[in-house]
């Protein structure tokens, strides 16, 4: 189900891409950070969770770097589950591709378990991409 939300029409705010910058640098608590004080001030519920979504997807990979099995698996589902509504494309943020890459991610970890998540490359876990309008 995709959200009807002119707001994914906008450009993305230079907070907002401050915060992709630094997930896409594997700083993962530092864009926790700055989406966090980006979705607290925002009134819009709707656009809230897109925050969220890609918050959490970065505090799950953050997990992953530090070979959480529990915290990497309940977060990046969470995180997944925020963003599908948001899909293709929200914000110049190519949301389908950051789903697919971070489902990815989940389903090898899932299938590798806790006593083999040290198998994951940290250098291939997903980043933020942009996609213009056609």
């Not at 939300?5 to 907002?16: D, G, I, L, Y």
């Not at 700083?27 to 969770?49: G, K």
Request: some cysteine; aromatic content about 8%; proline content about 3%.
């Amino acid at each position: 189900m995709r959200i009807d939300n002119s707001r994914c029409r906008e450009h993305p705010t230079a907070q907002m891409i401050r915060a992709c910058e630094q997930f896409n640098r594997g700083e993962y608590w530092h864009q926790h950070e700055t989406l966090e004080a980006i979705w607290r001030a925002e009134a819009d519920v709707t656009m809230r969770n897109f925050y969220k979504g890609i918050l959490q997807v970065g505090v799950g990979l953050h997990h992953l770097t530090r070979r959480n099995f529990n915290g990497t698996t309940k977060v990046l589902a969470r995180g997944i589950n925020y963003l599908r509504p948001y899909a293709p494309r929200c914000m110049g943020v190519d949301v389908a591709r950051l789903i697919d890459e971070a489902t990815r991610v989940l389903t090898r970890v899932e299938a590798l378990g806790a006593d083999r998540i040290a198998e994951i490359e940290i250098a291939d876990l997903p980043r933020v991409h942009y996609e213009t309008e056609t």
